[in-house]
């Protein structure tokens, strides 16, 4: 067993990832953070949570997905209703969210049959469908008003070590996904989907769970992202924005990269909280030289420039 | 040495009990400046707005610290403004709201504008106990959550479809509008819009007869193509056109209305129509006798007042420019925080709190003084104020009487009989 997970994650990557984890649990208990950092570190928590999930469609399955903003409503607004309905605690609300959240995802199972550009526009489609259908359900969203949470300050303190609890998960759900068997047939299916099937992968069943799972990891982060707004409003919640953020995260990052979407979450969030506090005018341009510059000369994003630079330093330690 | 050493063990004594009950605190260094955050949509579909805002609340800042500064108890202290762009975006809104807080520690904050934003950035001032005043989110819903922190300088939209109706129905008495009248009612889905449903819907119900709502559609805010709903409305033939929007909105759904042809006896976009952009972006022909009530109107500073005094201040700083709603009830935010921090003669948040919610002050709104009363959520219920369009591209308040500088025509001399 302990060969097995050696195999699936070399030690040196274990501990540095699980080290990376501990010190950034710790980090609040120990380094006297200011609320606003605090908080800013939850709200990337979230958002590396919810591109890690978004790049198991879009990176791992090559299924662009431009309608994510659906599953991560869906969860918000579910996680919110039992919130306001029953005393339950809030992590179990967020659980239900994610799991009506990834349930809901399996709707998009006949645009499975597209592939590439055409699936992606189906996804534009569903997630705008999506956001009028609640906007106009009123009972349940609040309708275009939203829907207003109890503050609570201590649950949006902890909202720290739960977002950082799922963004250990889900990457190391990514990591596993991507060594194991799971993570070939993904491949494969990527790479060519009727191939992949003359092979006996089942491509249906693949896609299928890709989506559920990544529509409820989706899910959860909507929820927690109600806990922590106190306030959310479909418009918000479901709106496109959100969808080309998750695609963005990914793309900023290295989309299919395991690490990529979390580097790009980190990137997306504080750089543009900084140069929005600090150079409105600037903040549209910088993101979309950023764009430009990655697509143009990385593919692979951060992680593709990290990969050359440790190349670069790998070559100049052997001349030496 | 017999002497000294009781006093010795005195002072011995002394500090261990200083030690035990604790150091006396140290006092707060003197407070250099009253700190105040915002942020706006400076950028994104509100963007227009947010400029507008901000002018406001600059005119506001520039004039106390010219007079020297707030006098706080008794030292008088510049103000600062800490300004953000929230590009019209909820999640930013809130995390810059944080930012302000916790990281710029400012002592106060002005609201954003737009009633999506204010009720998603008004929950971080609340959580955070940061007094927060806003001109620029005029939902009743806003108020209805208990908040303690928040106060509203701007009336409630409901109000506007009441007074506009309440114009209307003067004018159905006076035999210009037929009766009963069919009204097109169309509003944006939001809380906004929502309230002016309401206001006109309940005013429709409670004078039974006089009128039909014959349609009553949403829009989607920010909408790219009304035809469909000016459709419905053609095929309706209403006689009254009553719409709620935001100014982008304005614009695209009049100019479409334009384009397809469409007059009413009445028309009006609830609080958009005598915007000056407006009217320049529609070409004066195409707004001629379109009706909106506003919160506040430059007309207002035809007598000596607050508002002349707003007026002439705002006119030397930008440019001869006359103001609109949106400067004015920024501006009056501002003076009315000022006025709560030299009241409470402290920058205690919880002092100007207080301050805040048992006020009253002298106001440039109509309708005289402000007060935030705490039954209704702590949102101010001054009148509004109706205006129409005229042939030579003037707004003239037509009601309530007593402020009017012109009367109001009904119905539109454009429509053919």
């Given at each position: 067993?302990?060969?097995?997970?050696?195999g699936?994650?070399?030690?040196?990557i274990?501990?540095?990832?699980l080290?990376?984890?501990?010190?950034?649990?710790?980090?609040?208990?120990?380094?006297?953070?200011s609320?606003?950092?605090?908080?800013?570190?939850?709200?990337?928590?979230?958002?590396?949570?919810?591109?890690?999930?978004?790049?198991?469609?879009?990176?791992?399955?090559?299924?662009?997905?431009?309608?994510h903003?659906?599953?991560?409503?869906v969860?918000?607004f579910?996680?919110a209703?039992?919130?306001?309905?029953?005393?339950?605690?809030?992590?179990?609300?967020?659980l239900?969210?994610?799991l009506?959240?990834?349930?809901?995802?399996?709707?998009?199972?006949?645009?499975?049959?597209?592939?590439?550009?055409?699936?992606?526009?189906?996804?534009?489609g569903?997630?705008?469908?999506t956001?009028?259908?609640?906007?106009?359900?009123?009972?349940?969203?609040?309708?275009?008003s939203?829907?207003?949470?109890?503050?609570?300050?201590?649950?949006?303190?902890?909202?720290?070590?739960?977002?950082l609890?799922?963004?250990?998960?889900?990457?190391?759900?990514?990591?596993?996904?991507?060594?194991?068997?799971?993570?070939?047939?993904?491949?494969?299916?990527?790479?060519?989907?009727?191939?992949?099937?003359?092979?006996?992968?089942?491509?249906?069943?693949?896609?299928?769970?890709?989506?559920a799972?990544?529509?409820?990891?989706?899910?959860?982060?909507?929820?927690?992202?109600?806990?922590?707004?106190?306030?959310?409003?479909?418009?918000?919640?479901?709106?496109?924005?959100?969808?080309?953020?998750?695609?963005?995260?990914?793309?900023?990052?290295?989309?299919?990269?395991?690490?990529?979407?979390?580097?790009?979450?980190?990137?997306f969030?504080?750089?543009?909280?900084?140069?929005?506090?600090?150079?409105?005018?600037?903040?549209?341009?910088?993101?979309?030289?950023?764009?430009i510059?990655?697509?143009?000369?990385?593919?692979?994003g951060?992680?593709?420039?990290?990969?050359?630079?440790?190349?670069?330093?790998?070559?100049?330690?052997?001349k030496? | 040495?017999?002497?000294?050493?009781?006093?010795?063990l005195?002072?011995?004594?002394?500090?261990?009990?200083?030690?035990?009950?604790?150091?006396?605190?140290?006092?707060?260094?003197?407070?250099?400046?009253?700190?105040?955050?915002?942020?706006?949509?400076?950028t994104?579909?509100e963007a227009?707005?947010?400029?507008?805002?901000?002018e406001?609340?600059?005119?506001?800042?520039?004039?106390?610290?010219?007079?020297?500064?707030?006098?706080?108890?008794?030292?008088?202290?510049?103000?600062?403004?800490?300004?953000?762009?929230?590009?019209?975006?909820?999640?930013?809104?809130?995390?810059?709201?944080?930012?302000?807080?916790?990281?710029?520690?400012?002592?106060?904050?002005?609201?954003?504008?737009?009633?999506?934003?204010?009720?998603?950035?008004?929950?971080?001032?609340?959580?955070?106990?940061?007094?927060?005043?806003?001109?620029?989110?005029?939902?009743?819903?806003?108020?209805?959550?208990?908040?303690?922190?928040?106060?509203?300088?701007?009336?409630?939209?409901?109000?506007?479809?009441?007074?506009?109706?309440?114009?209307?129905?003067?004018?159905?008495?006076?035999?210009?509008?037929?009766k009963?009248?069919?009204?097109?009612?169309l509003?944006?889905?939001?809380?906004h819009?929502?309230?002016?449903?309401?206001?006109?819907?309940?005013?429709?119900?409670?004078?039974?007869?006089?009128?039909?709502?014959?349609?009553?559609?949403?829009?989607?805010?920010?909408?790219?193509?009304?035809?469909?709903?000016?459709?419905?409305?053609?095929?309706?033939?209403?006689?009254?056109?009553?719409?709620?929007a935001?100014?982008?909105?304005?614009?695209?759904?009049?100019?479409?209305?334009?384009?397809?042809?469409l007059?009413h006896?009445?028309?009006?976009?609830?609080?958009?129509?005598?915007?000056?952009?407006?009217?320049?972006?529609?070409?004066?022909?195409?707004?001629?006798?379109?009706?909106?009530?506003?919160?506040?109107?430059?007309?207002?500073?035809?007598?000596?007042?607050?508002?002349?005094?707003?007026?002439?201040?705002?006119?030397?700083?930008?440019?001869?420019?006359?103001?609109?709603?949106?400067?004015?009830?920024?501006?009056?935010?501002?003076?009315?925080?000022?006025?709560?921090?030299?009241?409470?003669?402290?920058?205690?948040?919880?002092?100007?709190r207080?301050?805040?919610?048992?006020?009253?002050?002298?106001?440039?709104?109509?309708?005289?003084?402000?007060?935030?009363?705490?039954?209704?959520?702590?949102?101010?219920?001054?009148?509004?104020?109706v205006?129409?369009?005229?042939?030579?591209?003037?707004?003239p308040?037509?009601?309530?009487?007593?402020?009017?500088?012109?009367?109001?025509?009904?119905?539109?001399?454009?429509?053919?009989?």
């Amino acid at each position: 067993m302990r060969s097995r997970i050696r195999g699936l994650a070399p030690t040196p990557i274990l501990a540095g990832f699980l080290l990376t984890g501990a010190a950034l649990a710790v980090l609040p208990l120990v380094l006297e953070l200011s609320i606003y950092t605090h908080n800013l570190m939850t709200l990337t928590f979230l958002s590396v949570a919810g591109a890690l999930a978004w790049n198991w469609m879009g990176g791992f399955l090559g299924q662009v997905s431009f309608g994510h903003a659906a599953t991560f409503g869906v969860g918000g607004f579910v996680a919110a209703r039992i919130v306001l309905w029953a005393p339950v605690p809030a992590p179990l609300a967020w659980l239900v969210g994610g799991l009506v959240a990834g349930v809901f995802a399996l709707g998009a199972h006949p645009a499975l049959r597209l592939r590439g550009p055409y699936f992606s526009i189906a996804t534009i489609g569903l997630g705008e469908a999506t956001r009028l259908l609640f906007t106009y359900w009123e009972d349940f969203t609040g309708g275009s008003s939203g829907l207003s949470l109890p503050i609570e300050t201590a649950l949006k303190h902890r909202l720290y070590w739960w977002g950082l609890g799922l963004v250990v998960l889900v990457t190391a759900a990514s990591w596993l996904i991507r060594r194991s068997g799971l993570g070939l047939q993904l491949l494969a299916i990527k790479a060519d989907v009727d191939a992949a099937a003359d092979l006996g992968v089942s491509a249906t069943f693949y896609q299928d769970l890709m989506i559920a799972l990544s529509g409820a990891v989706v899910g959860v982060t909507g929820g927690m992202w109600a806990s922590y707004f106190s306030f959310i409003e479909p418009n918000d919640m479901f709106g496109f924005d959100r969808s080309i953020g998750f695609v963005l995260m990914a793309v900023i990052g290295g989309v299919g990269t395991v690490l990529g979407p979390l580097l790009g979450a980190v990137v997306f969030v504080l750089l543009r909280q900084y140069l929005l506090a600090s150079y409105p005018q600037l903040y549209l341009g910088v993101y979309g030289l950023l764009l430009i510059f990655i697509i143009l000369f990385e593919p692979l994003g951060l992680t593709g420039l990290l990969r050359r630079l440790w190349q670069r330093l790998s070559a100049l330690r052997g001349k030496v | 040495m017999n002497i000294a050493r009781p006093s010795f063990l005195k002072a011995l004594l002394a500090a261990l009990a200083l030690l035990a009950v604790g150091l006396p605190a140290q006092a707060a260094p003197p407070k250099a400046r009253v700190s105040v955050g915002a942020t706006l949509p400076l950028t994104g579909s509100e963007a227009r707005i947010g400029g507008f805002v901000k002018e406001g609340y600059e005119l506001a800042f520039e004039e106390v610290n010219k007079a020297g500064g707030l006098q706080v108890g008794n030292q008088k202290l510049p103000v600062a403004l800490t300004l953000l762009d929230d590009a019209t975006n909820q999640a930013t809104a809130v995390s810059l709201a944080d930012k302000l807080i916790n990281s710029d520690k400012v002592d106060f904050l002005l609201g954003t504008y737009s009633s999506h934003l204010i009720e998603a950035q008004s929950t971080v001032a609340e959580q955070y106990k940061v007094p927060y005043l806003q001109g620029g989110g005029g939902a009743t819903k806003i108020f209805k959550r208990g908040f303690k922190y928040l106060f509203g300088t701007i009336s409630p939209v409901e109000l506007l479809g009441t007074t506009l109706m309440t114009w209307i129905d003067q004018q159905q008495k006076a035999g210009k509008l037929p009766k009963p009248a069919k009204i097109a009612l169309l509003w944006e889905n939001t809380a906004h819009g929502k309230d002016f449903r309401k206001g006109v819907s309940d005013f429709v119900a409670q004078n039974k007869g006089a009128y039909i709502i014959s349609v009553d559609e949403s829009f989607a805010l920010d909408g790219k193509d009304f035809s469909a709903l000016l459709g419905k409305v053609k095929a309706a033939k209403v006689d009254l056109f009553l719409a709620d929007a935001h100014l982008p909105d304005y614009i695209t759904m009049h100019r479409q209305y334009v384009a397809s042809g469409l007059c009413h006896k009445v028309v009006s976009y609830g609080a958009r129509g005598s915007e000056k952009g407006a009217i320049d972006a529609l070409g004066v022909e195409n707004v001629k006798y379109i009706l909106s009530g506003v919160w506040w109107s430059s007309q207002l500073a035809a007598k000596p007042g607050p508002s002349r005094d707003f007026v002439t201040a705002f006119k030397a700083r930008y440019g001869g420019r006359d103001p609109e709603w949106f400067q004015a009830l920024a501006y009056l935010s501002a003076k009315t925080l000022f006025a709560a921090i030299q009241q409470a003669g402290t920058v205690d948040r919880e002092a100007v709190r207080q301050k805040l919610a048992t006020m009253k002050v002298k106001s440039l709104l109509p309708g005289g003084p402000l007060e935030f009363p705490a039954a209704l959520g702590q949102q101010a219920q001054n009148p509004f104020v109706v205006q129409q369009n005229t042939p030579d591209g003037k707004s003239p308040i037509i009601f309530p009487q007593d402020v009017a500088t012109g009367t109001g025509v009904a119905a539109n001399p454009k429509c053919p009989n």
